[in-house]
């Protein structure tokens, strides 16, 4: 299993944006589609996006979809989920996770295999 950090969180305001960070180590990333999932306060767990084992391949949830951006960088064994326009219900611990895929697409609804402990993302004025 791969072990994973994220970084990049921080407190924003409402309509700014940021770009979090999960970096790989343990194995080779390429072999691995990323989700991004986020916690807010007292809810569940929800997927955000996925990328397949290039950025030739991603989803995103309704919610997300034309404010973020998630992309990877195979060689630096990092992925990255950007996210504009920021609102308060993107409040929460945002974790990415990975998958082992054979293929070159990615899931938002498959079980991931490694996770990573989360950083923090508070949107407030």
């Known amino acids: 299993q791969l072990a994973l950090v994220e970084s990049g969180g921080d407190l924003v305001q409402p309509g700014g944006s940021l770009r979090l960070s999960c970096v790989a180590s343990?194995?080779?990333?390429?072999?691995?589609?990323i989700g991004w999932f986020r916690q807010a306060p007292g809810k569940e767990r929800e997927v955000v996006a996925c990328?397949?084992?290039?950025?030739?391949?991603?989803q995103y949830v309704q919610d997300v979809r034309g404010r973020a951006t998630i992309s990877r960088d195979n060689a630096k064994s990092t992925a990255f989920l950007r996210i504009g326009d920021l609102k308060p219900g993107d409040t929460g611990t945002y974790v990415c996770?990975?998958?082992?895929?054979?293929?070159?697409?990615?899931?938002?609804?498959?079980?991931?295999?490694?996770w990573g402990q989360g950083t923090r993302v508070t949107v407030s004025s």
């Open positions: 343990g194995g080779t990333l390429d072999d691995y589609s």
């Open positions: 996770a990975a998958r082992r895929e054979r293929y070159s697409t990615c899931s938002l609804t498959q079980p991931y295999d490694s």
């Open positions: 990328i397949g084992r290039s950025d030739g391949y991603t």
